[in-house]
């Protein structure tokens, strides 16, 4: 199979080898190629298409032919079937007899019944082919047969294609009744009446519908992209339109120089008879229905089928890298058209919800002071530590991680001050390695803290297990004591409060470790805001005895404590949230009537 | 027989463990000293993850493999807290200054970046989930509690509106709980499947 | 008494469990309703033999975990099972733990399933390992290793805590696929705008009856019905009584 590109002989691009139409130009790289049914029209066309043979054909294959051997035909297909040897008995026998009987008839037109008659499908390609190798080094026989023998069968399958595109080709035209005018016609004699316009006598003219109608349909759009000439309204009478018209196809006249367009604005009564004979050789009769018309005059087209072929695949050939280059990725929302007017109101919108959200902390219309009630939950937080004198002790437990430092330590700095002003003895003990410095820097945030000691529960879960059976087994209750690694140490308290940021760790201190603390003991915690809700079921039931959760809770304790609170953290705070809250508003204003996600649109929970 | 020993380890203890918690008073130095097992293990089993974490991006800098230069960092900035903690000590008020004044910025900025997350997400999530019944119900009450979460209804003091916020507060609770309840469920039948030798998390 | 009773509630849970496994003999399917994050996994692993890439399964965070020891072992099981699956594919899953034990676990159960598909030398330990000690280095490891070229695809199962949003959403960012499962409310709470492929609930226990299809994990999953239809039975008991003044 040889990979050598065609060159067009009209515009000198390339095309692929099996093509029989220049992807570029759309003329016939072969003026000779026949299709079943239309050969004694393409006979004619080709008269219309090639003035002359000398000037049609190139030099190439002007001398191919002349160089044809019959003889080497019959040895190189001999071995292809026995159909093809009878072939060329048939052809040897035509070409004696052919050239013995016609002599009025032109020698190009000889010559192509003489290979439309030898060439069986395909087999006349294949021998120009051939030939036209001649000239380039071949490779050595049998590989040059299988290789002939490949392009032979890639030649009738595009032939089938091609047929297949074609499915009406042989069947004749059926006369249409002579009695009925088509409608364009008597659209014209109407206009005739009128007098607005000359007489159109027995022209056939394409009404104005054709004009209009020429790209509505896709074909129309492939013969707008390679053949404009085909394009161009067709004017048979002057004066009927406006626009540069062109006859479709045999009036695009090809020069000696192989110029493939068209000339636009050529004399439109010429062009109106070329489009006469063209008709009256295709054999359109009136009284055709005018989309049947156009329709049938482009099946009659070959070129036509070529080009779609090739660009279908081309299309094809392209959605299928398209394809594979997007697989595996998430589905990509497609651009949608942006109306201006949507979105300057999407704008003035949005700036509507950002002053909303803006100017109460601007102008300090939302007092940043928290003010209310503590929620009884932390009401009895309060009181659980008010009740505890200086001869008591608390085992606070440090139960969260670095990143939740900032707001642990905010939230529980008015429970140690609250218990440094008890004059309560407090015993830090941490579940987690950085708890180790960061009760250092709980202690050294609001009044002065006395330095503690801080212990490391190691095993998390397991070491909260072990805790538990040495407060259930110590003699005493309320103590704390571990033997754990000969690191002794005996924990007195009258309270545990569990500074937790995480609802895991501190359930597991709830109902791993608070059913054998002491009964006269209470069991406190202080946590983050989204963990609140999660703690209040243990306060409700009585395992929990307080609970303080949240920055605002914090502050309403300060409240009750006589202290001072920042005002700037708690407007911050309100900040926040207010910018979360205009978030979500501006992304429900701007997603009604958006696209989702393609792989998202069933939401199914 | 490898497998055997395993499993039989496995049964063995779990059955004990339970037996223990269930007979506290009179198991209870067994328990302790099964539990007190488990930390060591679990203990050793965690250095021995540190270690092979520190052989990976060894061999990654050994390999000069893409992104090298960050397990460098990986592994200087281990061996700077390590040597320094074994060499000053834990308790040294200056390391765990020193710890803690890069740990707490890198960990506090790691949350900051996730709230600007749910920020973005809280603004694409009708493009992302469409409209439907959950995403509506989602976003209504994620606005709902943030709007209960600043404080100004409180700070208003009415007790009527104080007890509907109390309420509203609540509500979350119901559907939490139900889904812990699922949890548990699922992880004790899990448990019962350890139990009786069908789950073999250790081996194949 | 009452710990009599926790013996007795934990027999009948294990007799029901065979009982229901005998009754299903030896069928795997179990008519379990379609998880969609579970569907979408089977997609991910089929996408990932046919690019090329690996997946990156997280199975769960925090050296000071809690829940590791249960929820951690259903990731055991998908790692087993992508491992199985990945046997021909050129990049094999990376497993990601939080935590010691079941960093180690982890590379037991990957050298024993190559062995048992007679793969052993395929097996690598550097294709799991321990990325983080506290639960946000644990984040930033899997975010480092998410950005890698060769990742196709993230898998979090177990054990998930909120801070895995990062990692989750960096993926998205990458268009490449994401699977949550979680344990914990609050990740199922956040994970859910911005990823259709998270569970909810206790749909992670569904995970290993769709891959592995053993009956008795079938029979545990209607087992988790049966309880918590009774449970559900008994709290409706309980309110009606005391409803109607009878003190429980």
Known sequence: MSDDLLICPHCGEENLPSATRCLHCGLPLEEAFAIDGLQDISDSLTADFVKDEDDSLPELFRDLHEEADSQKKAIKFDKLSAEESTADEVEQNDAKEGSQAEESTPEWLKKIRQRAKVEEDSSGDLIKKVNARDDIPQPSEPSQVDSEFEDWLRQIRLNARRDSIQPHVDEPQEPVPVEETPSWLKKLREMKETGEEPEAEEKETLPEWVKEDQVSSPSENLLAKGHPEHTQPIQLTPGATKESTQAPGNLNKVDEAGSEQAKPGKDQEEQGDNLQTIIGQVGFTPGIEDRAFLDEFEQERPETADLLLLRSQRDRAKELKDMVENEGKAGVLGKQPKNPRSKFFLLVLYLLVLSVVALPLLTGFIDSKINGTMQPSSLAFFESISQLSAEDSVLVVIDYQPGSSAEMALISRPVLDHITRQEVEKTFITTYPEGVWLSSQLMSHGESQPETDTYYLPGAKIGLMNLSIDMSGSPLNGVVSSGFFDNQYDIEYDSIIILTDSFNGGRNWLELVGPFISRDASLLMVASTQEATMFLPYFDSAQLDGLLAGLNESTLYNTALDNSSSTSINKSYQAGLLIMVACFVIGIITSIGAKTRPELQEDKP | ?204 | MNEVYVWIAIGVIGLLLIFIKISNGKDNSGKIRSIPAFDKLDQINAKMLESGKRLIIGLGSGFQNFLTSINGIIGLQAAKSTAKQSLLADEKPLILSGDGSLGSMSQVALAETYKSLRAIEQYKPENSFLAGTTPISYAASVMAESHAKENGGLFLVGHIRPEMMLPVDLVQNKDLVCVVSADEPGTQAICFPNNDSATIGEELYGFASRTEHQPWLTASLKLQDLLRILIVVSLVVAIVLKLLGIIL
């Not at chain 2, 223990?20 to 089993?45: D, E, M, Y």
């Not at chain 2, 092979?52 to 807290?81: D, E, M, N, P, W």
């Not at chain 2, 390590?82 to 390391?95: E, H, K, T």
């Open chain 2, 1 to 204: 027989m490898k497998r055997i020993v395993s499993i039989v380890i496995a049964i063995t203890t779990g059955i004990l463990v339970i037996s223990a918690i269930i007979f506290r008073p009179q198991l209870n130095p067994i328990l302790s000293l099964i539990l007190r097992w488990g930390i060591l293990i679990g203990s050793t089993a965690a250095l021995v993850g540190i270690a092979i974490l520190i052989k990976t991006h060894y061999q990654r800098i050994a390999v000069g493999k893409r992104g090298f230069f960050f397990s460098l960092i990986v592994v200087f900035g281990f061996g700077i807290s390590f040597l320094g903690g074994m060499l000053l000590g834990v308790d040294n008020p200056g390391y765990q200054k020193w710890i803690s004044s890069i740990q707490l910025p890198l960990e506090i900025s790691f949350l900051g970046l996730l709230t600007l997350i749910l920020a973005t997400t809280g603004f694409r999530l009708y493009r992302l989930r469409s409209w439907s019944p959950l995403s509506i119900s989602f976003g209504i009450s994620a606005i709902v509690f943030l709007i209960l979460a600043m404080g100004y209804l409180q700070a208003l003091g009415d007790s009527r509106l104080d007890k509907i916020i109390e309420f509203i507060q609540r509500i979350p609770i119901a559907g939490g709980r139900g889904i812990l309840i699922g949890m548990g469920l699922g992880a004790l039948v899990i448990g019962i499947r350890v139990l009786i030798g069908v789950e073999r998390p250790y081996g194949e």
